[in-house]
């Protein structure tokens, strides 16, 4: 089976590092998938969420944009910040929700709109993610 390496770095860490064998990501542009010896790319990234396959098992990770890159078999995401499913405080990202959802919807005129809609979205990708990530996990109990 053929693989690729995936590099996940933020500022302030290393999120992820290892071999894989797909990628999938929020482009600017639209979701990439990425698979082994895929051509040269580079580009920016969406708050959303990037899914990793590594041999049967997924990993999902919440990033809020950054860049892609993709050379020589090696992808690198340089990611604004990027928390593993399991490593998201899902209360954390439900208030900042709640806090980005009452100032995007309120009429102060100091109002940073873009800034909140930012944070909505950041806020958004966790939540889903580690939502997401809860609910899998349940339903493999369940098997
Ligand atoms: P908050 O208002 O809750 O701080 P934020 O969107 O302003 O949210 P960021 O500035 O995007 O937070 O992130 C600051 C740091 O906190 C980053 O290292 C990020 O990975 C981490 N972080 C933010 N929210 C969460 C969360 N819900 N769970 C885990 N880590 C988080």
Known sequence: ????????????????????????????????G????????????????LRIL???????IAVSGGFLEVLQNVVTVLADTAERAEDIDV???????????DKVNSSDSDLDLERAIQSLKRSQA?????????????RTKVK
């Open 1 to 32: 089976m053929s693989i690729m390496r995936l590099e996940i770095v933020t500022a302030e860490k290393i999120i992820y590092s290892d071999e894989v064998s797909s990628v999938v990501a929020p482009g600017t542009a639209g979701q990439l």
């Open 126 to 138: 966790r939540v889903y993610v580690s939502k997401r990530k809860r609910s899998s996990a349940s």
């Open 91 to 101: 209360e954390r990202a439900q208030d900042a929700l709640k806090r980005a959802q």
């Open 54 to 60: 590594k041999e049967d098992k997924e990993v999902n």
């Open 34 to 49: 990425i698979l082994p010896n895929h051509a040269p790319l580079l580009t920016s990234l969406k708050p959303g969420e």
